[in-house]
């Protein structure tokens, strides 16, 4: 289940930017989806994810009520809009999924896209 993520870059105190999370095959109606990070120095953390029953979301407490996953099974993409960014929300982002139910642990998940960075400045 190779997966690309898209559209990080340099945002400014308080912006929003969106990435995208495209698979390659129908995965996203079947599969859990998720977004997680990576600081500098830092262990990769989860961010949010969908469950692979019923669609419903998880987030991570750090960005709950500032971020937003959704997705569209019809174009196989998951999406996280991002909203109110701060410093600390600088990272390299990746999506990842796995054929089970949404975990917050990283090494739950089996496939994973390159990361796309994220850069917040103050």
Known sequence: VPLQAYGGGLVQVGGSLGLSCVASVRAVSSYAMGWFRQAPGKEREFVAAFNWRGGSTVYADSVKGRFTISRDIAKNSAYLQMDSLTP?????????????????????YDYWGHGTLVTVSS
């Open 88 to 108: 600390e929300d600088t990272a390299l982002y990746y999506c990842a999924a796995r054929p089970m139910a949404v975990t917050r642990i990283a090494a739950d």
